[in-house]
């Protein structure tokens, strides 16, 4: 399975999002390169599969590959806590207004990260979709229903740690729409922050979906 598998995508795209507090991102080659490790221990694999690797992966291939069942029932129940928890902090598509409104507004967290207003993020969705605009992922598509409508929202202009004075933010020109991977990489360089245009130029032709 290599990188332009769907499967994989969608694999690192979970990854991702299961990581997504902490920072760390698993990109599709990473996921392709990890399971091309279990090919070494897979008899009916008739290649040579990746070598290296480690005893967990034996111990993983050992307790699960001759129980698919339960392989699948833990997976399922893992990818539907980390959708469910990450859908959960995405507000509700309905029922809301597309105006341009304030935010910005300081509150005390001890994270200290800026207020983000729901509103906006709601009206930036009704009117960028649910695909994301760098590469094209769609939650939807992958996952059914399990998944319509789950979409990050990325600020083109953010709100800096030390400000505390309110400003108008347009949800047409000011947000955008991304996924858990594209979102990582506009941030993934200390110091640099990518435009839209810039991360989609950097994007592998053999994965794009353009």
């Known amino acids: 399975m290599d990188g332009r598998n769907p499967q994989v995508k969608a694999l690192s795209e979970i990854l991702t999002l299961m990581h997504e507090s902490d920072g760390f991102s698993r990109?599709?080659?990473?996921?392709?390169?990890?399971?091309?490790?279990?090919?070494?221990?897979d008899p009916e694999?008739?290649?040579?599969?990746?070598?290296?690797?480690?005893?967990?992966?034996?111990?993983?291939?050992?307790?699960?590959?001759?129980?698919?069942?339960?392989?699948?029932?833990?997976?399922?129940?893992?990818?539907?806590?980390?959708?469910?928890?990450?859908?959960?902090?995405?507000?509700?598509l309905a029922g809301e207004d597309s105006e341009s409104r304030t935010e910005g507004g300081r509150k005390v967290y001890v994270s200290q990260k800026s207020e983000r207003d729901a509103r906006l993020k709601n009206a930036a969705i009704r009117i960028h979709g649910t695909s994301c605009q760098v590469c094209g992922f769609n939650f939807g598509l992958m996952y059914g229903e399990w998944g319509e409508g789950f979409i990050e929202v990325h600020h083109l202009y953010p709100l800096g740690d030390n400000e505390t004075a309110e400003r108008n933010t347009d949800p047409a020109k000011d947000l955008i729409v991304v996924c858990a991977n594209c979102h990582r990489m506009i941030y993934s360089k200390k110091g640099i922050t990518l435009t839209l245009e810039e991360l989609k130029q950097k994007i592998n032709p053999v994965y794009s979906n353009e």
């Open 27 to 41: 990109s599709v080659n990473s996921v392709s390169l990890k399971l091309a490790n279990f090919k070494r221990i």
């Open 45 to 92: 694999f008739k290649g040579k599969g990746m070598t290296g690797g480690g005893k967990l992966e034996e111990c993983i291939w050992n307790e699960y590959s001759h129980n698919k069942q339960l392989l699948h029932t833990q997976t399922e129940e893992i990818r539907k806590k980390i959708l469910n928890r990450n859908i959960a902090d995405t507000p509700s």
